[in-house]
């Protein structure tokens, strides 16, 4: 699949753990799909010429990843350690782990480290980790 939006959301969509860019947009799309960061569109290709870049994104669908919990409960997972950005997992989870012990618990069991903060997993580790919560 390709497509073609406005640059900021290419760079969002396509970013990798550790990228500024990188969000929960960018891990959620890791489930369905490969992504890739195509070329800039220039303004002047487009009439009338528009106030924002464009940027290609290819996407390549994958299988889909094997395991006991469901997608929404691994977008839960997600969700919960982007909406609070800047806080370490153990905390940024606590929410929905029942607090910052348990969640440092499940983060243990799934091989991550609990100092670290969500831009830094990848899909595969939310989905290790969605395990250990449930």
Avoid: C, H
Avoid at 40 to 58: A, C, E, K
């Amino acid at each position: 699949m390709l497509v073609m939006v406005q640059a900021e959301v290419a760079d969002r969509l396509a970013a990798a753990p550790g990228d500024a860019a990188y969000g929960a947009p960018s891990v959620k799309l890791q489930w369905f799909m490969k992504v890739s960061r195509g070329a800039n569109i220039p303004r002047p290709v487009f009439i009338p010429v528009p106030n924002v870049d464009s940027g290609l994104v290819f996407g390549q669908r994958v299988t889909p990843i094997q395991t006991s919990v469901s997608q929404a409960q691994i977008f839960r997972v997600i969700d919960a350690a982007f909406n609070q950005r800047r806080k370490m997992l153990r905390s940024a989870l606590g929410a929905i782990a029942g607090g910052s012990a348990a969640a440092e618990k499940a983060l243990i069991a799934a091989g991550i480290d609990p100092t670290l903060r969500g831009e830094m997993l990848n899909i595969d580790q939310y989905v290790r980790l969605a395990e250990a919560l449930n």
